[in-house]
């Protein structure tokens, strides 16, 4: 028998984890700070109101950009919180999380052939995606020096005349690196003399530390060469409801949504009433996530510079970056080692970029407790490997 | 008042034997300003006093504690699980048990006062969908108690890693 599988798919690379995976299966103790997703349970009052919603039976399709009430809900909330104006008629599609949101709208603008420039280190779905729709990924690094942001001429030196779009993610997944406004306007010059299209995925938005988040369709002049992805997942403390959306011109937003009637349909009816109601009344138990998060990051990285771990004070996200260069391993034996040893798991930085190579990422999303625990494990990790070193020097 | 102060309040509020060191770390602060603001606070009174939280109980002396009684209209094939469910969910809700008689369900309830107790019944307990009827017993006097919780759910399994 012939192998169906098709080419596309067999040249997507297996997950970077899958071995640490299998580790973590076989340890009961583990202090996971290799989750991306908040240790919150969603606030009670969006499950009662997503219950309800079922008892009342609520359980049928959705307009298949989603219910106008929660698109109301979102183009209102966009403007007054990021100051970006999104018509909710033409502009807003309700997605079964950021995930569909971000393969829908590379595969709405991406053509075979198109180069497709990716800010790294980043979340994992981007370069297969980009692949996926025949287009050719380009990775921009993004430098600790920097803070891990995007330096305008590190895109630049990236640029062909095949290239068509950048993808960025900030605050960003995994670094913690966030984009002020004068980032992006620097941004915003290179995006209108190259003709580039921007695709800014800002689902920690909301977790940003300092200052307030800067939402590049802000600037006037990208307005229209951006496409805005956002959801409920890391606010809200939402993962499991699947809610994201995407916001762009109606051009876009009009062949985006014919790939998504045809692969998702719409998303969860129940998942949107939650997210209505997290726009309506979850202000609060956000706010106060928020403020825990800080809190727990101010803990952490504190307590990794102290280890000797260097790590700049990532400004969003939940993530701490911190380099394990002066243990003299690579991310991956830090990572499989920490795991085995003392069981705490975090992600080497290299599955998640070039760039992110001898960086680990740790989330923070886990209670101040566990976090002094995962610290006080990693300096003994530490220790018992410097001493190690000294025998066998010796 | 600052947020800084804040911060230092609710962190304080949450555990007063937090180490100065700790704090400043948590408040992004110097240690020496965070004993200065600490002193501040002492002195215009934001701080009362430090004090532990007891749980009374298990040293042996109660809290007001009343029984209600709840008539309930069950539902198709859920019977009374789920309005049962949601009442469980109320942290001040001690014990809740099905009951055979006039009433349908039990529930143990605690507060600090009969106010408090009062306030709960009213507002949370007897507006919700499908309670007919309420009868609320004040506890006088404590003869055995069943401490150990019933809907204990458990907990939720994260994945170890995910992105």
Redesign the interface.
Known sequence: MRCFVSERASAIPPSG?RK??DI??TIDD?I?L????P?F?TP?CICEAAIYSIEQGSTAYTSNKGTPQLRGAISHYLDARFGTAYDPEEEIIVTCGVSEAADIAIRAVVDPGDEVLVAEPC???YIPCVTLAGGTPVPVPCRAEDEFRMAADAIAEKITPRTKILIANFPN?PTGGVMGESDWRAIADLLVDNDLLLISDEVYAELTYEGDHFSPARIPEIRDRTITLNGFSKAFAMTGWRIGYLCAPQEITAAALKIHQYVALCAPVMGQVAAYEALRIGNEEKDAMV?EYR?RR??FV?GLNKLGLSCHLPKGAFYAFPSVESTGMSDTEFAEALLREQHV?V?PGSV?GPSGAGHVRCAYAVSRDDLKEALSRMGAFLESHILSEQVSQN | MDEKDRILLHLLEENCRTPITELAVLAEMSEQDVKDRITWLESTGVIRHYGAVIDWERAGDGNVTSVIDLKVSPERDFGYDRIAERIARFPQVRSLRLITGVYDLQLLVTGSSMHEIARFVAEEIAPMDRIRETATHITMKTYKENGTTFAEREEVERLPYSF
């Open positions: 984890i640490f995976f973590a299966q583990v996971s290799g989750v991306g997703e240790d349970v009670w979340y994992v779905s997944n403020r809190l101010n803990l504190d798991a992600v998640l």
